[in-house]
């Protein structure tokens, strides 16, 4: 034992000794946003803020899909309030590619607005309406099979 392994044991037990409680650790996650963006400086502004995040690896911005995709050890409520603190509309990136979606073509899912190849993101909680026969209470009343008809005429 080293005199640097001396040293890393003595700092864990002072601090194993103090209260501190430790935080939870983060996973390394990727985070997309819809953010308004309409020029150069806006996409600086967002890049900068979210760049300045703690654990932010990487920060890549498509102004034309107005999707910011952040990836590194963040949270996504946090990431999401550093970006509504520059002054832009964000939201978390409602849409996902065609191929993971079962019915891309159901109505809550179409979106015009939406890049291409992508649908919003909605759960298949479609209601499918159920079929009903309606049989006319007059066509049995004088048919032959009811024993009652020569009562009616």
Avoid at 72 to 99: C, D, F, H
Avoid at 113 to 130: F, H, K, M
């Amino acid at each position: 034992m080293g005199f640097a392994g001396t040293l890393e044991y003595l700092s864990d037990l002072m601090s194993s000794s103090c209260s501190y409680k430790y935080k939870k650790k983060k996973q390394f996650q990727t985070v997309e946003l819809k953010v308004r963006m309409d020029c150069d400086g806006c996409e600086l502004r967002v890049k900068k803020a979210l760049s300045s995040l703690s654990g932010a690896k990487s920060v890549n911005i498509n102004r034309k899909q107005q999707k910011v995709t952040v990836t590194g050890y963040v949270e996504a409520n946090k990431v999401l309030k550093k970006a509504k603190s520059t002054g832009k509309r964000a939201e978390i990136w409602p849409y996902v590619p065609y191929n993971l979606v079962a019915q891309p073509y159901a109505a809550p899912a179409y979106d015009k607005r939406a890049p291409p190849g992508y649908v919003r993101n909605v759960e298949n909680n479609v209601i499918t309406a159920a079929v009903t026969t309606y049989e006319d209470p007059y066509i049995s009343l004088f048919s032959d099979e009811n024993p009652n008809a020569c009562s009616v005429m």
